[in-house]
């Protein structure tokens, strides 16, 4: 099938960056191609370190621009942010004129992406994941908080359609003036996470969790590690593996060094691709997902959760919102408060009962039917596609 509609993705993170929306963008992309589109992605030049180094081909042209990351190899914070999103908006004025851009957060890139668009007369489609004006209020002076809200409810507003992934962001981006607002909920690649073959070779023999992703300040992941001192004095072998990067990195590991044993039972390891993360699940006698109560996180349902269950490992998750609801009420796996006590209870009994073989192929049964990725990035490639102008479609 010849190409007809031009789709730019313009975000900040493209696989393989070791970063659950990264794929999804890929997913999208892929689906995009097999709606008969031509996509070129417009983002960042990926980190040399942990992960795929090659690009991903399949009809899509990937075009990286560098960018400031912090230390720990991540594009965070006003700074970093705005060195990616200034140049997005000239690049968007040189590249060829596209029929439609979809853009993913933050709102700054939005801003980049509605300017340049309003000039070159191109829609665009606003990817939310998540609203960040919500997830700032607990940790931003109160002014900060009112300029991006207004800034996101302009970027949404100016959209041709809203992307929405839970029904929690989906109602606040209705609230915010968007219009158009549709719902596709994340899912996870059931062809990489997948509980078919063995354990990670470096993974540890004695009962062990992991929690696989960005450690924010929004997610709190730190409560495991402080939860560790008394999950070993009920299982003395217990090991805690962290996989990813992100704010907290340095807060966690000054919490192991409090541990009894120096925090030889905690083991830090920098991103790995997919492939890797989910044998590193696939051996764990737990997912671990948290999201601090009070961050303006409570509508999401973090990725993290899909990636242990396709693994085959049920998820403890720590703390409120929908998230927990879904994980109890679909017997997923246990769920927590976000304090060390009630963590460490439910790890414990995590720890000392291992699933067998079936229960962990139920568990990716239920990822199969409910969050599959290739269903997923067609029912956004499908909205997109009708974002297209009439001769484009």
């Known amino acids: 099938m010849t190409p007809m509609g031009r789709v730019t993705l313009a975000t900040r993170i493209y ?26 992605v417009l983002t960042s030049r990926a980190p040399l370190r942990g992960g795929e180094r ?98 996101e409810s302009w970027v949404m507003r100016g959209a041709a359609s809203v992307i929405a992934v839970t029904d929690g962001v989906a109602e606040r981006a209705k609230e915010l003036g968007a219009r158009g607002v549709r719902l596709v909920r994340n899912g996870i690649d059931t062809a990489v996470f997948t509980p078919a073959g063995s ?8 009962p062990y969790v992991v929690y696989a992703g960005t450690m924010s300040q929004w997610q709190g992941a730190e409560v495991f590690v402080r939860a560790m001192a008394l999950v070993r004095e009920k299982v003395p072998d217990a090991v805690l593996v962290y996989l990813g990067q992100g704010a907290s990195w340095q807060t966690i590991e000054r919490e192991a060094r409090k541990l009894p044993d120096g925090g030889r039972c905690v083991r830090m390891l920098p991103p790995v691709p997919p492939a890797e993360a989910s ?75 291992a699933l067998d073989g079936e229960e962990r192929r139920q568990l990716a049964r239920w990822v199969d039917a409910n969050a599959s990725w290739t269903a997923r990035a067609s029912e956004a490639a499908k909205i997109i596609r009708g974002a297209l102008p009439e001769g484009a479609r």
């Not at 060195?83 to 980049?112: C, K, Q, W, Y």
């Not at 354990?199 to 004695?206: E, G, K, R």
């Not at 959760?305 to 246990?334: C, D, E, M, N």
Request: net charge positive.
């Open 199 to 206: 354990a990670h070779p470096n993974a540890p023999t004695a």
């Open 54 to 151: 090659g690009e991903h081909s399949s009809g899509v042209d990937v075009r990286r621009f560098p960018v400031l990351r912090d230390r720990t190899g991540s594009v965070r914070g006003y700074v970093p942010y705005l060195s990616f999103d200034i140049p997005l908006f000239f690049r968007m004025l040189v590249a060829p004129r596209p029929d439609v851009v979809v853009v993913e957060p933050p709102p700054t890139t939005g801003l980049a992406v509605r300017l340049a668009c309003a000039i070159r007369r191109v829609p665009y489609v606003y990817y939310a994941a998540d609203i960040w004006s919500d997830a700032s209020a607990a940790l931003a002076p109160r002014f900060v908080v009112r300029a991006l809200r207004a800034l």
């Open 279 to 353: 044998a590193w699940l696939r051996g764990a006698r737990a997912a671990l997902v948290s999201m601090r109560p009070g961050a303006g996180y409570d509508m999401a349902f973090p990725t993290k959760i899909l990636a242990g269950l396709a693994s085959g490992a049920p998820v403890l998750y720590a703390g409120s919102g929908v998230a927990r609801t879904v994980v109890a009420q679909q017997g997923l796996g246990r769920t927590a408060d976000w304090d060390d006590e009630s963590v460490a209870a439910e790890m414990v009994t995590m720890l000392e009962k």
């Open 15 to 40: 696989a393989p960056e070791p970063a659950a929306a990264a794929f999804r963008l890929r997913a999208l992309a892929t689906a995009l191609v097999n709606e008969g589109l031509s996509v070129t």
